[in-house]
């Protein structure tokens, strides 16, 4: 009987553990781009989502992120995330960041576009700069 209790004790927590929705880090130089397959070398512009299950896909770029959306289950998306320009390397809320699109700021696959996760940075790098400001919203629809 006790050896019962262990073997469903176990087995709940391994479904428990194995389908944690959390952010997985970007092996910088090493790890490859689930849309273009190109190696995630920037540490400004790559970006992830986790599914429900807990599988991370990651990408070279914000770009390459929204247009791999395009062909999926939202509803099957537990975690979106994008590098902090200002921040290199820090993985911020996608949906909470604020985008700027500038022709001056290039990005691994030339949309020109990078994530902050402080409007005045976003607003402080636009005025030196150029470029326009989205929200999550905002960048989903032009994608």
């Known amino acids: 009987m006790k050896r019962q209790i262990f073997v469903i004790f176990f ?12 952010p997985e880090p970007i092996n910088y130089g090493s790890d490859v781009c689930h849309y273009c397959s190109m190696t995630i070398v ?3 512009h790559a ?3 986790v599914t ?14 929204m247009n791999d959306l395009r062909e999926l289950d939202k509803a ?3 975690l979106y995330l994008v590098n902090d320009y200002s921040a290199p390397g820090d993985l911020i809320d996608a949906t ?6 500038s022709k001056n700021i290039p990005s691994p696959m030339g949309e020109f576009l990078s994530a902050f996760g402080n409007l005045e940075n976003a607003k402080f790098v636009q005025s030196e ?3 326009q400001l ?4 905002a960048l989903k629809e032009r994608f």
Do not use: P
């Open 11 to 22: 087995s709940v927590q391994l479904v428990l553990v194995s389908c944690k929705v959390s």
């Open 76 to 78: 099957e998306i537990g």
């Open 47 to 49: 970006a992830e989502y």
């Open 129 to 131: 700069q150029g470029g």
């Open 52 to 65: 429900k299950k807990g599988r991370a896909y990651k990408f070279d770029s914000i770009e390459c992120m």
């Open 134 to 137: 989205f929200s999550w919203e």
């Open 42 to 44: 920037d540490n400004q």
């Open 96 to 101: 909470l960041a604020n985008y700027l699109i």
